[in-house]
Nanobody, 117 residues
Framework: QLQASGGGLVQAGGSLRLSCAAS????????MGWFRQAPGKDREYVGA????????HYADSVKGRFTISRDNAKNTLYLQMNKMKPEDAAVYYC????????????WGQGTQVTVSS
């Protein structure tokens, strides 16, 4: 089970940190990712992190501004968003990939992020 939180309203150029609480069985060995979906648009991949936390990958649209991290002791995934832009506004979702070839197949409820210009 995954639960994202931390969304809210932020001004352009500001920062926000999202959290995703996960059950231990899901979290500890899975690749974790963040996705987002803006109104009228397809869901977009934001980035992902390996189970160890040693490797991350980001979409070009957020590279250099967003940072994904995880605390396996707390079963929590984070998304630090800096230098935010109006186009970052979306519902953000966390997801888990058991690395079994089927991709991200465990999804949490989203958290709304609004960016004012």
């Amino acid at each position: 089970q995954l639960q994202a939180s931390g969304g809210g309203l932020v001004q352009a150029g500001g920062s926000l940190r999202l959290s995703c609480a996960a059950s231990g069985r899901i979290f500890s060995t899975y690749v974790m990712g963040w996705f987002r979906q803006a109104p009228g648009k397809d869901r977009e991949y934001v980035g992902a992190i390996t189970w160890s936390g040693l490797s991350t990958h980001y979409a070009d649209s957020v590279k250099g501004r967003f940072t994904i991290s995880r605390d396996n002791a707390k079963n929590t995934l984070y998304l630090q968003m800096n230098k935010m832009k109006p186009e970052d506004a979306a519902v953000y979702y966390c997801a888990a990939d058991p690395h079994d070839g089927l991709g991200f197949r465990f999804w949490g409820q989203g958290t709304q992020v609004t960016v004012s210009s």
